[in-house]
Nanobody, 117 residues
Framework: QVQLVESGGGLVQAGGSLGLSCAASGSIFSINAMGWYRQAPGKQRELVASMTNGGSTNYADSVKGRFTISRDNAKNTVYLQMSSLKPEDTAVYYC???????????WGRGTQVTVSS
């Protein structure tokens, strides 16, 4: 099992910045990649950004140039630095870990990000 605990999030004005972090524990050797998804009310959960163990990154088009994902492998932690935030970035943000050998994905409980206009 992999456990993910998120921190950060909160309320910020449009144009502001916010950082999220997610610490992994448990069977971390099984993790291939870590990332962030988000789900706004009435919408499907969508990928925001991800990073493989090798450092390759993938971003949603809507956040490119504004969000930056990073990892501290020594701390088994993934970060999401968000800047130039927009009201449409408002959502619950979930940490995710993709795992090897067909093992099920791990999810955090989610943290709310609210961007006021």
């Amino acid at each position: 099992q992999v456990q993910l605990v998120e921190s950060g999030g909160g309320l910020v004005q449009a144009g502001g910045s916010l950082g999220l972090s997610c610490a992994a524990s448990g069977s971390i050797f099984s993790i291939n990649a870590m990332g962030w998804y988000r789900q706004a009310p009435g919408k499907q959960r969508e990928l925001v950004a991800s990073m493989t163990n090798g450092g390759s990154t993938n971003y949603a088009d809507s956040v490119k140039g504004r969000f930056t994902i990073s990892r501290d492998n020594a701390k088994n932690t993934v970060y999401l630095q968000m800047s130039s935030l927009k009201p449409e970035d408002t959502a619950v943000y979930y940490c995710n870990a993709d795992r090897a050998w067909g093992l099920p994905r791990a999810w955090g409980r989610g943290t709310q990000v609210t961007v006021s206009s």
